[in-house]
């Protein structure tokens, strides 16, 4: 029975002052522990479409979902109602959360499932789930019990959403702007997907250099996302009223270089018939990209930094020079300072450039991100091929994480859209219940089943696991000999797992992550080998 010292509580806990995200895993712990059941998602309304924010007892890949609402009865009945919404245990409309519940294989039994609206100044802000196995369960909370769960976790979902408005300044989103602003801000989507620690590092980066007018230098490996860090980089800043201009340097031409950048007039040259407006021009009082910075040739890389230094340009043909208001931000999946030294690329301009450098980390670094990335990008496949259901198996998760992924975020969408693909093709779709299983990945298996592995730590061979005991005995002091230790146990524990790191992790009981991050300090490292 819920007592009104079990509200207390809940309503006491969510008054501490802490982070967001302590704040909402207190908020989804203490409902859990007031009425039982075995998962409860907190998710917030953008637009059309719910985002999850918060889970536990759902795998997860669910955070990296976006759920559009209209596709979604029970979200649609619950986003509709003012008070919350019990659905009875026997409810044929379909469960979001199908396949996905921890412990659960397949389609969910039938259970029970509630549903609270939850709103702020009249205004629908988000939704919270519960889901039990237990047919019934939620029948007998009383109405007013109800309503105070609600009421306290809309407050809690709406302090977190006036926290990140004001710990993002302000947000500008372009209304009204030119074709190539527009083609620039929908490419490739528009979201950056990650929780790892060197995400986070980068997202506070973004944040810190976003409202500057700093020239920024985006480097990274081929398909990491520089071209969304740009966008985000120009939505972030005082300048996102503005254009957003997408110049891609190693297409240009290398005779039509300067017009492209800085325009030019009627008859200038063979070909110009009529007067032109440069790249520099059209970003005026916004935000040029120039992608490919590092393919541009040296005698293009002068012109370009005398406008960077002046504000200057001179449209080819024209006398006068004219004012711009540009911010600069380039990308380079090239090392810039090594082609400097290699006089590949001007020291100066290389200089003006990197005044705020953003290096992206590729996707094997992101210890955490490709489940939630797996997950968004099946959300997008599922929308795409009109699927009710799409849902990634525990071993796909797992080959996924163990891939290196040499085209990074852009090669993981491709698997993930062609294994989509192919799972609707299995047939699966005709039951409501489609899933991608490790065949779908295709070349990606062939490429993880010739892989070798072994492992390598600082000064052992770990040929034999005994030498780490006997080391262990054999150093000075007790830092050396825990080391030595634990070195041992990991490496027994991935010989054990065939080298898979989330199995070895559950035989030590701990964190996938930490035990990454804890074999990294050691020293000790999978190395994979392609048997040819």
């Known amino acids: 029975m819920i007592t009104s010292g079990d509200l207390l509580e809940l309503a006491i806990d969510m008054a501490q002052n802490v982070t967001t995200k302590d704040r909402f895993d207190r908020l ?41 609402i209209a596709s979604q009865p029970r979200f649609e009945a619950i986003c509709d109602s003012q008070t919350p919404v019990r659905f009875a245990s026997d409810c044929d409309l379909p469960d ?48 007013k019990t109800l309503e105070v769960i609600a009421a306290v976790s809309a407050a809690s979902l709406k302090t977190a959403i006036l926290f990140k408005k004001l710990e993002s300044h302000t947000e500008h989103f372009q209304n009204v702007v030119s074709e190539l602003t527009k083609e620039a801000l929908i490419k490739d989507g528009g979201e950056l997907i990650g929780q790892s620690l060197p995400m986070q590092k980068m997202q506070q ?25 740009a966008r985000t980089l120009h ?17 240009l031409p290398e005779n039509l270089i300067e017009s492209e950048l800085f325009g030019h007039v009627k008859g200038a040259f063979t ?3 009529k007067d032109r407006a440069g790249k520099f021009s059209l970003a005026n009082g916004g935000t040029l990209f120039l992608d490919e910075i ?38 380079t999946n090239r090392v810039l300072k090594e082609e400097v030294e290699a006089n590949r690329f001007r020291s100066d ?10 290096c992206i980390p590729p996707l094997r670094e992101r210890l955490g991100d490709i489940t939630l990335l797996a997950g968004y990008f099946t959300e997008q496949s599922r929308r795409k091929l009109g699927l009710a259901h799409l849902l990634i198996d525990d071993d796909v998760i797992a080959r996924l994480e163990a891939y290196d992924w040499p085209g990074n975020v852009r090669e993981l969408e491709h698997v993930m859209n062609r294994a989509a693909l192919m799972a609707r093709s299995d047939g699966q779709g005709q039951t409501g219940m489609t899933r991608i299983k490790t065949y779908h990945l295709g070349q990606l298996q062939s490429t993880s089943q010739a892989i070798t592995k072994s492992i390598k730590a600082p000064e052992e061979s770990f040929d034999n696991s005994n030498a780490l005991v006997q080391q262990a005995w054999q150093v000075s002091n007790l830092k050396d000999a825990t080391a030595a230790f634990q070195s041992q146990k990991i490496h027994q524990a991935l010989l054990s797992s065939d080298y898979n790191w989330s199995k070895a992790a559950r035989a030590l009981d701990m964190d996938r992550a930490n035990l990454v991050r804890l074999a990294k300090r050691l020293g000790i490292e999978v190395v994979k080998q392609v048997n040819r």
Do not use: W
């Not at 998962?39 to 559009?68: D, H, M």
């Not at 709103?119 to 629908?124: T, Y």
């Not at 005698?299 to 208001?325: C, N, P, T, Y």
């Not at 301009?349 to 953003?358: A, E, K, Q, T």
């Open 294 to 331: 590092g393919e541009l040739p040296l005698l293009a890389q002068s012109k370009l930094l005398r406008a960077l230094q002046s504000q200057e340009i001179q449209a080819v043909g024209k006398d006068q020079v004219e004012l711009v208001d540009v911010r600069v931000i380039a990308a």
């Open 271 to 273: 070909g110009a018939d």
């Open 235 to 251: 939505r972030k800043s005082t300048r996102a009223e503005g254009p957003l201009v997408y110049v891609n340097c190693a297409a």
């Open 349 to 358: 301009l290389y200089h003006r450039l990197s005044v705020f450098p953003i």
């Open 28 to 68: 989804l712990n203490t409902i859990r522990n007031i009425i039982p059941c075995d998962a409860v998602v907190l998710l917030k309304r953008q637009g059309q479409e719910l985002k999850p924010l918060a889970q536990t007892g759902v795998n997860p890949e669910l955070l990296g979902r976006r759920f559009e």
């Open 205 to 229: 980066e973004l944040g810190l250099v976003a409202p500057s007018d700093f020239a920024v230098l985006i480097e990274g490996e081929t398909g990491v996302g520089k071209e969304l860090v």
């Open 96 to 143: 979001p959360y199908d396949g996905m519940l921890e412990g659960v294989v397949g389609d969910l039994p039938v259970h029970a499932c509630m549903g609270f609206p939850l709103h702020a100044d009249e205004q629908l802000i988000g939704i919270l789930t519960l889901d039990s196995l237990t047919p019934g369960v939620f029948d007998d909370i009383a109405a």
